[in-house]
């Protein structure tokens, strides 16, 4: 005799908290679009002073300074139906600054080496989130 799947439910969170909850997490993933596809990459983050940086293996020219991206992540706990998804849009530019880079090199590990590693700082303008919760019975 198999038992139904415990019902879930969704819950829209508010901007606030949907950075609350990014700021609890290290992982993520960079969406941008590239001709006319779109293009998922991991990337490490930190929210320092209302602005996103992040670092990810994206090939300069793939992605132009002041292009709209977004960031999307999540903690989902599959097993007991429970967890949390947000995502932050906005546009982009290259972290240049040298001090910074340096700083941002040493807290946030890195996917690739070369390149294809880059830094980037995201002004989130659109902000959104939910957290997955067990249906009431």
Do not use: C, K
């Not at 606030?16 to 590239?34: I, M, P």
């Not at 001709?35 to 929210?47: K, S």
């Not at 946030?108 to 659109?126: A, F, I, M």
Request: net charge positive.
């Amino acid at each position: 005799m198999s038992t139904a799947p415990a019902p879930r439910r969704l819950v829209e969170v508010s901007g606030a908290e949907a950075l609350y909850l990014l700021e609890g997490s290290r992982t993520g993933r960079l969406v941008y679009v590239r001709d006319g596809a779109p293009v998922l990459r991991p990337a490490a983050h930190v929210l320092e002073y209302g602005r996103l940086v992040v670092r990810t293996p994206v090939p300069r020219p793939a992605l132009p300074a002041g292009a709209t991206v977004t960031y999307h992540v999540d903690e989902i706990r599959t097993a007991i139906g429970t967890g949390w998804s947000m995502s932050a849009s906005g546009p982009v530019e290259y972290v240049s600054d040298p001090d910074e880079l340096a700083h941002y090199r040493r807290t946030l590990p890195g996917w690739t080496h070369g390149p294809h590693d880059s830094l980037l700082r995201l002004n989130p303008q659109t902000v959104s989130g939910f957290r997955l919760a067990r249906a009431e019975a």
